[in-house]
């Protein structure tokens, strides 16, 4: 188990934390000399916590490593991700409320657009909406291979999930999606002996795909990838003691979520006030809660400066909400940047704000920024230490040793 260390330590307390992330939070200028999207935003409520906190800088899996968002968050909550790895099938397909069990083998699918030769013309075929993919989605849920049981639906817009279960399976499987156009999806392939049989078993199901699907004007093929299953994880209350809540929209967060144990919540809205209302509305029944707000990636991967920025200042006029509920501690962080300057995530260090008013110590900064952060009183740290502090802040950590 991770942090087996803490467990001995762990003490029983009242005390409460909230760790909201801002997925991709972390960004650069545009031009030198220039705001970061944190920087720029009108932020007077994460500002006054900074000034009562404690900034420092996050390093999601390893210097100079670019993360996806799911070893990302898996690394917030202390998994170190090199060790842990999971498929984001999985993770996608858990999300959504579907079973993986350990043995079962899940990936996420994509519709795309096949040309006359049977070559990838669109990979997203079109990003075709939820409405006109549905349909496509029970078309494939009619696909029988005999000796499994296979599960697929539908996730947004051209992506669906997909999961086998049966003896013998195994999900170290190469993706099909050849990540460029003008290419023929690829095979299933098995990166060991174990996998063969799920590969075997999957090449038969994409061929019946294939042949359901053809004639569709948009999406005539599907490509596959994310393959994994169930990783077994250590559960978050046995590391930490925590009886943990998720407050999440997007079906990866909860996935992952779910994987370690926290009780995904379900709730109407996706704006970061409606999180919070949700946040409120389970507090007195968790001593942590993880709240994931994702746009903030989604406008650095859109190259949108001004549009993260909007999301912050949304976000920083919403905390009222859960500042009311007087938790003992609250961290602000990201997963990982994802500046609007590259259009994607990045490998830099994570602003991080540790808010603690009955224990924290105070540093030098007033304003929540990056700059800010890298002179913070916490240092530079990896993003599997932040858990740790978060319970040394909030009380529910005796002494190491006599
Ligand atoms: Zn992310």
Redesign the pocket.
């Known amino acids: 188990m991770p942090k087996d260390y803490l467990v001995p330590l762990l003490r029983e307390s009242q005390s409460k934390i909230l760790l909201l992330i801002l997925?991709?939070l972390g960004g650069l200028p545009m031009e030198a000399g220039g705001p970061t999207s944190l920087e720029a935003a009108n932020t007077p409520m994460m500002d006054r916590m900074a000034a009562e906190g404690t900034l420092g800088q996050i390093v999601p899996i390893r210097p100079g490593i670019t993360?996806?968002?799911g070893p990302?968050?898996l690394a917030l909550f202390g998994y170190d991700p090199l060790t842990y790895l999971v498929g984001r099938g999985a993770l996608e397909a858990v999300g959504i409320g579907m079973q993986v069990k350990p043995g079962d083998v899940a990936a996420r699918g994509n519709f795309c657009t096949l040309d006359a030769n049977g070559l990838i013309s669109d990979r997203r075929a079109g990003r075709i909406s939820s409405e006109a993919a549905r349909p496509l989605t029970t078309m494939l849920q009619t696909i029988e291979v005999p000796g499994v049981e296979i599960e697929v639906q539908h996730l947004k817009e051209y992506r669906f999930a997909i999961v086998m279960r049966g003896e013998g399976l195994h999900g170290e499987i190469e993706d099909t999606d050849p990540q460029r156009v003008g290419m023929a999806p690829l095979e299933p392939v098995a990166q060991d002996k174990a996998s063969e049989r799920a590969a075997k078993l999957l090449r038969q199901w994409i061929g019946s795909a294939q042949a359901l699907l053809a004639g569709q004007p948009q999406a005539n093929g599907v490509t596959l990838r994310g393959f994994g299953t169930d990783p077994v994880l250590p559960k978050f209350q046995d590391m930490y003691g925590l009886k943990a809540a998720c407050v999440a929209v997007y079906p990866m967060y909860k996935g992952v979520s779910q994987l370690v144990g926290m009780d995904v919540q379900r709730f109407e809205g996706e704006q970061p006030a409606d999180e919070f209302a949700e946040v409120a509305r389970v507090w007195p029944d968790y001593d942590f809660v993880f709240c994931h707000v994702k746009k903030t990636?989604s406008m650095g991967e859109d190259g949108n400066f001004a549009g993260k920025q909007a999301i912050i200042e949304i976000v920083d006029q919403a905390l009222q909400t859960v500042l009311d509920l007087k938790p003992e501690v609250v961290i602000i962080t990201?997963?990982?940047s994802?500046p609007a300057k590259m259009k994607y995530?990045s490998w830099h260090p994570v602003p991080l704000l540790l808010w603690a008013p009955e224990r924290g110590l105070q540093d030098l900064q007033t304003a929540f920024g990056e700059r800010a952060c890298a002179l913070g009183g916490l240092g530079t740290i990896p993003a599997t230490e932040i858990l740790p502090l978060a319970l040394a802040h909030a009380g529910r950590l005796g002494k190491f040793g006599a």
């Open positions: 997925d991709g993360p996806g968002s990302a968050h990636d990201g997963d990982h994802t995530h």
